[in-house]
Nanobody
Framework: QVQLVESGGGLVQAGGSLRLSCAASGRTFSTYTMGWFRQAPGKEREFVATIKWNSGNTYYADSVKGRFTISRDNAKNTVYLQMNSLRPEDTAVYYC??????????????????WGQGTQVTVSS
């Protein structure tokens, strides 16, 4: 089992920045693909970003490309999501997800086996 705990959410004005963290425990973190998803009120959960175990490959949703950066520190078993130039439409609960190895469908929820409880991000206009 892998346990994921997100932190760093909060309230920020449009144009501001936040950095989310996801601490993983339970297994060998360095072989896991780590992803971020989000779910806004009344909407389905959607893919935000993912990073391969070796940090050499990152992928982003078009809506966040150029504004968000995913990174990881395998020594700390932690993955980060740096969010800049935040917009009101970025308001959502953000979830961390994990899977051992590379999920072919990295942008799909079912590509991941473990999920955190989520952290709320609210961007005011």
């Amino acid at each position: 089992q892998v346990q994921l705990v997100e932190s760093g959410g909060g309230l920020v004005q449009a144009g501001g920045s936040l950095r989310l963290s996801c601490a993983a425990s339970g297994r060998t973190f360095s072989t896991y693909t780590m992803g971020w998803f989000r779910q806004a009120p009344g909407k389905e959960r959607e893919f935000v970003a993912t990073i391969k175990w070796n940090s050499g490959n990152t992928y982003y949703a078009d809506s966040v490309k150029g504004r968000f950066t995913i990174s990881r520190d395998n020594a700390k078993n932690t993955v980060y999501l740096q969010m800049n130039s935040l917009r009101p439409e970025d308001t959502a609960v953000y979830y961390c997800a994990a899977r051992n190895g590379w999920p072919g469908a990295y942008a799909k929820e079912w590509g991941y086996d473990y999920w955190g409880q989520g952290t709320q991000v609210t961007v005011s206009s």
